[in-house]
């Protein structure tokens, strides 16, 4: 029986489990098509073509990750990986034990759908060119609902394989790219970049892993402290070559490939494995360089800004994380809602937990939005369209810093939806909580992105082709005069705020993370409204509203809101129109 069968197997098996029992259950849903939503935004971001292409696809990784990958995630997070230092014959060889739910997990991704290669090569999922980010992103977003620790090893080989083809020499470039793309598992090289030293972890400037030169390469001599992946086949690595000046300008990025050209396991060490709160499949540790052979990427004394392009890669696949992993948390909370009945009605159908469902589908909704916009974002910068990388680069820390944050609410929330069960280990719940803490730490805390915010606006002129954009997106919509009145006019407070943190340097920067909030309010409300009038669709142009409504404009705690008629709706599309019959996006106006 083949992973299609089995994940329609599981499905009918849930869905007669949730008809006789008080305990919904979602194990064995099709996570693409409980999702309209999720198809219907990839045709305004995909080519219809590809859009078209894509659609088995995502059928059959939809019901993998709502079924077997799912399983398959659980038993690898009850079975981390394990570290051994030494052969049976006492000689030192570090190897990592992966559990063989993790491993098959890696085959999925990595071979079955080349999640890793599809932007890079053609061939993959049978397209001939190279898939623009949409594309990428759309996939790995189902996948990380099912499977979060795998998505770093992903990112991170996705990251270093786009870095090494814009800054590598050529022939390193040939040397590695078919190993980096391959969906032959056997002949597939990993990736990962070891930058976190115990003195240097956001200060990359006291980076003290030294490299020395050795002919054609160089000798990486220190420890680096957090290596995520470290058995990876390649990784990008910081060092300061012997001479060079002290602070940023004397770090340099370098390839370090696990197994050298002439066959021998290289010289650096796997001291030993983190004990990690979430991600807890994916194996972490510490690594001793001791004389590794590796390869300068790019200039010397360039190592941060080259290495800036990799962790901004990793940035917006930490906010699409994030963003899958609220689908998945607020897709189980929404299945419960729905099933489980108290007091003899539906839960959905209770005011204050509509109230809540609402909260939990609003940052949702803004995380898969941003998503899909910075990924355009990226496809047309990678084009060489003039003004879009400053917009990526401003686009990028918005959604890792706010929906990563927002992920961890939103996951504990969900949590409190199922209840008791919720906080039991052979749920996914946990998983969910757990993991989301990761991503408002790895490639760069809270504060460090905001302040990067402000860094994109200052460094990169962001600001004029982020307003740009969002004229643009408001003059392509049908909005009601209202709503259009205050997208402008608080876009323009906003903008006028962080270009005032950005002329200050440094003098405001207690005010850096409320500006780069706003701003990602405001570019997803906005961003959603455009999605709702291309789609025609009233209850999307509601939450885009609902963004601006409860995470903008000012509120009165003590003033009472009226119970809103439309609001099963959005929570409950088969419940009818709730009296408020169907409505054109354009006089739709909660403003």
């Known amino acids: 029986m083949n992973a299609n069968n089995i994940a329609e197997t599981t499905a009918a098996a849930a869905a007669a489990a949730t008809a006789c029992h008080p305990i919904p259950d979602a194990r064995g849903t099709n996570l693409y098509t409980a999702d309209p939503t999720l198809g219907a935004l990839l045709g305004l971001y995909l080519p219809p073509e590809l859009r078209a292409h894509l659609e088995p696809h995502l059928q059959r990784l939809g019901g993998q990750a709502g079924g077997p990958m799912d399983e398959l995630a659980a038993e690898a997070d009850r079975n981390p990986p394990t570290l051994s230092l030494r052969t049976r014959t006492g000689l030192d060889a570090e190897k990592i034990h992966k559990h063989p739910a993790y491993v098959e997990l890696e085959k999925i991704a990595f071979a079955e759908y080349g999640l890793a290669a599809l932007s890079h090569r053609g061939g993959v999922l049978g397209w001939p060119t190279p898939m623009p980010a949409a594309a990428k992103y759309a996939l790995s977003y189902l996948f990380v609902q099912a499977e979060f620790g795998l998505c770093c090893p992903l990112s991170m080989t996705d990251s270093l394989t786009r870095t090494l083809r814009k800054y590598g020499d050529p022939a390193l470039v040939e040397r590695y790219l078919t190993a980096l793309t391959s969906q032959d598992f056997e002949q597939f090289s990993q990736g990962a970049m070891f930058m976190t030293e115990q003195g240097a972890g956001s200060d990359i400037a006291a980076t003290e892993v030294r490299a020395q030169p050795d002919g054609d390469s160089y000798r990486l001599w220190g420890d680096k402290w957090f290596c995520s992946n470290p058995d990876a086949g390649l990784a990008m690595v910081l060092a300061r070559i012997d001479g060079a000046p002290a602070g940023l300008k004397g770090v340099s990025l370098f390839l370090l490939p696990r197994q050298l050209p002439e066959g021998r396991v290289n010289d650096y060490r796997i001291i030993r494995l983190k004990d990690k709160l979430g991600t807890r499949s994916m194996a972490s540790g510490e690594v001793r360089l001791e004389g590794a052979r590796a390869w300068l990427v790019g200039e010397a004394g360039r190592g941060f800004q080259q290495m800036a392009d990799m962790v901004n890669n990793s940035r917006l696949s930490n906010g699409m994380r994030a963003a899958g992993l609220m689908r998945r948390a607020c897709g189980e909370a929404l299945h419960v809602a729905h099933h489980r009945q108290a007091f003899g009605r539906r839960l959905v159908d209770m005011p204050l937990m509509q109230r809540q469902l609402l909260k939990l589908m609003l940052p949702t909704e803004q995380a898969r939005t941003m998503m899909f916009q910075t990924a355009e974002a990226l496809r047309r910068s990678d ?209």
């Open 383 to 591: 084009a060489g369209e003039d003004g879009a990388y400053a917009l990526v680069r401003i686009l990028t820390p918005l959604i890792k810093f706010r929906a990563c944050r927002d992920a961890r609410r939103v996951t504990g929330d969900a949590m409190e939806v199922r209840g008791g069960c919720g906080y039991i280990e052979e749920w996914s719940d946990p998983r969910l909580v757990r993991d989301a803490h990761l991503g408002s730490i790895w490639e760069g805390t809270s504060n460090i992105v905001a302040l990067d915010v402000i860094r994109a606006a200052r460094r990169e002129g962001s600001l004029p082709v982020l307003k740009a954009h969002l004229e643009a997106l408001r003059a392509e919509s049908t909005l009601a005069p209202r709503t259009r009145d205050v997208l402008e006019q608080t876009a323009e407070r906003a903008l006028a705020l962080t270009e005032q943190l950005a002329q200050t340097r440094g003098a405001d920067d207690h005010v850096a993370r409320q500006a780069a909030s706003a701003l990602y309010h405001i570019t997803s409300a906005t961003a959603m409204a455009w999605e709702a009038s291309k789609l025609g669709d009233a209850n999307r142009m509601r939450l885009a509203q609902l963004v601006m409504r409860h995470r903008v404009l000012p509120q009165d705690p003590l003033q009472a809101e009226a119970p809103a008629p439309w609001l099963i709706q959005l929570l409950d599309p088969d419940a009818g129109d709730g009296g408020v019959g169907q409505v054109p996006v354009e006089t739709v106006d909660l403003l």
